[in-house]
């Protein structure tokens, strides 16, 4: 079984129903949501995940809900993403679902990352980690203030030009391929206008207000502002 990171065309081509591929705190993860019928039902779902998981050396990220199962699959950053062990994993848990009567959806998953425009990073970054009480990682040319626990959303900061507004946020959003032209138009029919198309879309409010709807699949442009 291969430890290497697998692209978002490897997903598709694994054919797993309910399951997306979306970035969460600088990695691709596998996303699915469990719709169980009572908080019990979610709990037992949870307990067998747990059993499997352990079988197969593994782990999932599970938040469980009176309704639901939230679940994320990732071999972390030694692999930098998802392999054929979380692959594995996730037709296991499909298989629990289904021998459980409960339906997996990822259509309502999405993870939102919160960008800052600024011409200097490492003058600002330190602050923000701190009256949020998180965890700064920076490097030459970047900086993430995240949540340690990796519940809150990531905020990242995004190099802009000198004459720009000095505070200029933005939000990211990651869904599925399938959802970025339904998110484009209810966005647009809801007043919105299209910024332009890259990996995804970028998208305005009525005052101009920026977000990205972002995605995997490659495009001739990149991901965000």
């Not at 030694?78 to 629990?96: C, N």
């Not at 206008?193 to 998208?203: E, I, N, P, S």
Request: glycine fraction near 8%; include cysteine.
């Amino acid at each position: 079984m291969s430890t290497k990171a697998m692209t978002g065309q490897q997903i598709i081509d694994a054919g797993l129903g309910g399951w997306a591929f979306l970035v969460h705190y600088g990695l691709f993860r596998l996303h699915t949501r469990i719709k169980t019928e009572s908080f019990g039902a979610g709990l037992k779902i949870v307990n067998e995940i747990g059993q499997v998981a352990e079988e197969m050396n593994h782990h999932a990220d599970l938040d469980l809900r009176a309704s639901r199962v939230d679940v994320r699959l990732t071999s972390g950053y030694e692999a930098h993403g998802v392999t054929e062990l979380d692959v594995s994993l996730a037709r296991r848990i499909s298989a629990i679902a289904a021998a459980a009567g409960a339906a997996l959806e990822s259509r309502s998953l999405s993870c939102i990352e919160l960008a800052l425009d600024t011409p200097d990073h490492e003058k600002i970054a330190p602050f923000w980690a701190a009256v949020l009480d998180r965890e700064l990682v920076s490097g030459d040319d970047f900086a993430d203030v995240g949540d340690r626990n990796q519940v809150l959303p990531l905020i990242f900061f995004q190099q802009s030009g000198s004459d720009e507004p000095r505070q200029r946020w933005h939000l990211d959003v990651w869904v599925d391929p399938e959802q970025v032209q339904p998110r484009v138009d209810a966005a647009l029919a809801a007043g919105g206008t299209l910024v332009k198309r890259d990996q995804g879309a970028m998208l305005s409010d009525p005052d101009g207000n920026k977000i990205c709807v972002c995605t995997w699949q490659p495009t001739d442009g990149v991901i965000g502002a």
